[in-house]
Structures are given as structure tokens and as C-alpha cells.
């Protein structure tokens, strides 16, 4: 059965087993650089440390934005090229997004190293953190080619639905990065600047990983000589879907960036770095939430190219079911073992005791995030951007810089803790009320495709 064939026709289980799974794990590799650096520094350097590679992820997150607005729109053109026959099409995409996104790294590389220091300063960073943080993000900013070409064309192999492929090439990287850091930390005495390093050298693997596999013959994407070139008349179709994909990633920077500077005014470092650590606790779990849902992104794409809209409605909601047990077990862990979670990054027993209720109201609404993440790509794979946006804008600009904003200025500190579990909230209610509204025009075209069979049955 050859993978359109399967996207179209295999049952739901099979494919979450398939595409989901690897695509989850995958996708936890991902995210195991900068938990693994938080972790390795939090325990070989110091708990500021961990403050540091948290606050210095915020603008790190600029480089990850220029590759998400290139690679997830390519992505989701791709899926639906797959389930339209569209070669040509899918032909034009390497090169859009190994040429853009370098060209945006390089322009990035320039401006952080040059002023990593103030950028850190302005969004809260001072004393040992802003020391630390600017060490760190200075060495890192010059593997940005690196750090975004790999996972944007590892989304380009997610989009054709080799989950498996993507998986292993981000799982290759992760592993390096986990040796290196110990080594280049401690055994080479740099500190901080070892797990920057580190880290650099396991993302040039993975770049050289994707290009491999696009070489190796087992790619619906032909790499030749003509493919090192940009297609400008689908940069409108990538844009389309990419800018949520750009948003993902810069809305999180200004999200954080905002809650460490209250934070830092209403609770000091202390504060700081408890919520660095809960907040890459959160960003990890929730990414193995996010690689289900870019599991399904092919499926949902192929048959809403390929028209098969109750296909399409049947991949959410079973894909979101998965999604939704995965998010609850996570989170009844999050609220039996907040203290020894916290002891992974924090050395001071006292401070993570300080931290035990913090983290438990931070993560008290998880189990709801695997909707949440499903729906977000539901309509990035439809090519519907403004409702993805509205998700992703409205999650981390709309309604939480208001109530950040006030809630600390009537309740103090814990407000800032409470300020994404209810802006988060709102954006499930939201995404609840789009995806009812998309269903119904499903259904409305599914009978007019109906229909048109029938006519056509008359006719002939």
C-alpha cells in the first residue's frame, strides 16, 4: 500500500501507531535539548543556571520562528499536494525552505551575538542569570543555521508522513546532545558554554541527517541541482499556514518574556527560576502532545486535499481522544510528584519545597492541552491560517497579557502563576466553539460532493 494509499484508506489505529507514536517521540527528542541543558546545568553549574537557558530559550525562540514560518506552512502545502497528486508542487518546497531559512538564521546569528546581553536584560534577566544567559545564547546563536534547518526539513519528512525517518534523525541528534553535555560541561571545565556547544554539534547532525534521507531515493521530495532554489509563486500558500507556525514561536518568547519580568518585580530570582524550571517541565510534556498532533497532520491534510471530509473529522477525534488520555496521565503526575520533578533542575531542597504549590496551579489545566495542540494543527493541515492563529494568538497574547497584567497587582505573585492555566482556558473554550463551526462545513460540503456524485450518476 503506498503511503497516499495509507493516508487515505488504513484505519485510525494503525496510523497513530504508525505516524503518532514516532512523530510523539520524535518530537520529545526535540524537546530534550533544552530540557536536557536545563537539567545538566541546573545539577553541574548552578540553579541561576537553569534561570538562565530558560530566559536566553525566549529569544532563541526568534531563530525557531523564522524556521516555523517556512517549514510548517511547506509542510501542510505538502500533506495536501500528496492527497491532490501534485508533484509539481511538492517539487518547489525543499528549496523554499532550505534557502529562506538559512537566509533568516544568518540575519538572526548577527543580531544576537551582538546583543545578547541587553536582549536578555530587557525581558528580566540580572545578577548571575543575565551573566550566565548572555555566555550561553552568544555560543548558541552561532549554530542558528544549524539549530533551525534541522527541524524545518524534518518537517518536510513529517509532511510526507515518515514519521519513523524523522524520528530516528531527531532521536540520533538528542542522544549526542546527552553525552556531550557531561563531558563538555564538567570534563572540559566550560560550564554553560559547553552545554551551548553541545548542543550546536547534535543540531549539525541532524541537518546532515535530513539531507541524507531527502538523497537517499525514499523521499516524495526529488533533491537535484534545481532544487537549491526558491519558488516564489508559492511563498503566498506557505505563508498562508506559516505565519501560525511563526506564532507558535514568538508568542511563548513575549509570553515569558513578559511573566519572568513580573515575576522577577513580584518574587525576585527565586521566583524566576522555579518558574524556569515549571515552564520547561510544561514545554516538554506538551511537545509530546504537539508531535501526536503533527502525527495526524498528514492524514488530516491528504483527505481534506483529496476531499474526504468525514475521514477528516474522524482523524481529530480519534487522534484527540489518544491525545486527551496521554495529556490526564501526565498530569496526575505533575500533581502527585511536583517536588521531585522540580529536584531534576533545583539542588536547594528548601526552594523546590518553596515552589510545590506554584508548580501544581501552573499545571493544573494540562490534561486539557491535548486538544488544544490537535486543534491547532487541525486547521494548519486544512490550509485554514487565520483559525490556527486565532488559536495561538489568543492563547499567549489576547488573554493572557491581560490577566498577567492585573491578577499580581490584586493577589500578588500567584497571580502571575495563574495567569496561563486561565488564559489557557479561554483558548479551549474557543477552539472548542472553530471546530464546531468547521464541522458543520464539512458536513454541508460533504453533501454537496454527494450530490454531485448522484448528478453525475444520472447523466451518465
Known sequence: MGNRQELLEMGMGKLFRKLGIPAMIGMMAVGL????????????????????VVIASNIIALNLAGAMLLAMGA???????????????????????????????????????????PMLEFIGANEEILTLGTRYLKILSLGFVFAALGPALNFLIRGEGQMKAAMRIIIAGMLINIVLDPILIKGFGMG??????????????????????????????????????????????ILNVGVSGMLMQIMPAIQMSLMFKILSYYGGNNSVILMGASYRVMSFAFISLWGIAQGVQPIIGANY???????????????????????GVLWLGFMLFPGFILSWFITDSALVQSGIGQFRIFLGIFILYGFMAISIVFFQANGKGAQAAALVVGRQILFFIPIVLLLPKYIGEIGAWLAMPLGDSLTVILGIFLIIREFITFNNRSKENNGDTLLEKKVC
Open 33 to 52: 535539548y533544552n530540557l536536557v541543558d536545563a537539567i545538566f546545568v541546573g545539577q553541574l553549574v548552578s540553579a541561576a543556571g537553569v534561570g538562565a
Open 75 to 117: 509542510t501542510s502545502v505538502l500533506s495536501r499536494a500528496i492527497g491532490e497528486k501534485n508533484q509539481k508542487t511538492i517539487d518547489m518546497l525543499f528549496g523554499n525552505v532550505f534557502i529562506g531559512v538559512s537566509a533568516i538564521s544568518v540575519l538572526l546569528t548577527i543580531i544576537v551575538y551582538n546583543f545578547a546581553g
Open 192 to 237: 554553560i558554554a559547553g552545554a551551548a556547544l553541545a548542543t550546536i554539534i547534535a543540531q549539525a547532525f541532524v541537518v546532515i541527517g535530513d539531507i541524507l534521507y531527502f538523497q537517499s531515493g525514499k523521499s516524495t521530495i526529488k533533491i537535484s541541482k534545481h532544487s537549491f532554489k526558491m519558488s516564489f509563486g508559492i511563498i503566498p500558500q
Open 305 to 327: 486535499g483529496a476531499k474526504q471530509f468525514d475521514r477528516v473529522k474522524q482523524a481529530f477525534l480519534s487522534f484527540t481522544g489518544i491525545s486527551t488520555v496521554i495529556s
